[in-house]
């Protein structure tokens, strides 16, 4: 079993910045690939950022490319969600997302393990 915390949401005006972070515990290995998804009310869930194991291949969906930046840190099994000049169309619930392997990937379906999300809302 593997297990993600996300933290680091919150409420953020226009324009402001968050980072938000996900822990991974459990059986897990610190190589594997991570991905950031959102959901807002009444939509789907969406691919936000996807990171390789060893953080050399990076993907942003074209909506945050630019304002969204994910890396991580290997040795605390931790990745990172910087978001600089949000939106109000930011606003969701956001959930990392592991899978087993390095290799990114960006179809929800290609990952395994979910975290219960954060929220974040960016008020106008």
């Known amino acids: 079993q593997v297990q993600l915390v996300e933290s680091g949401g919150g409420l953020v005006q226009a324009g402001g910045s968050l980072r938000l972070s996900c822990v991974a515990s459990?059986?897990?290995?610190?190589?594997?690939?991570m991905g950031w998804f959102r959901q807002s009310p009444g939509k789907e869930r969406e691919f936000v950022a996807a990171?390789?194991?060893?953080?050399?291949?990076?993907f942003y969906a074209d909506s945050v490319k630019g304002r969204f930046t994910i890396s991580r840190d290997n040795a605390k099994k931790t990745v990172y969600l910087q978001m600089s000049s949000l939106k109000t169309e930011d606003t969701a619930l956001y959930y990392c997302?592991?899978?087993?392997?390095?290799?990114?990937?960006?179809?929800?379906?290609?990952?395994?393990?979910w975290g219960q999300g954060t929220q974040v809302t960016v008020s106008s």
């Open positions: 997302a592991t899978r087993w392997s390095s290799t990114a990937a960006l179809s929800q379906a290609d990952f395994s393990s």
């Open positions: 459990g059986r897990t290995s610190s190589s594997y690939a």
């Open positions: 990171i390789s194991g060893t953080g050399g291949s990076r």
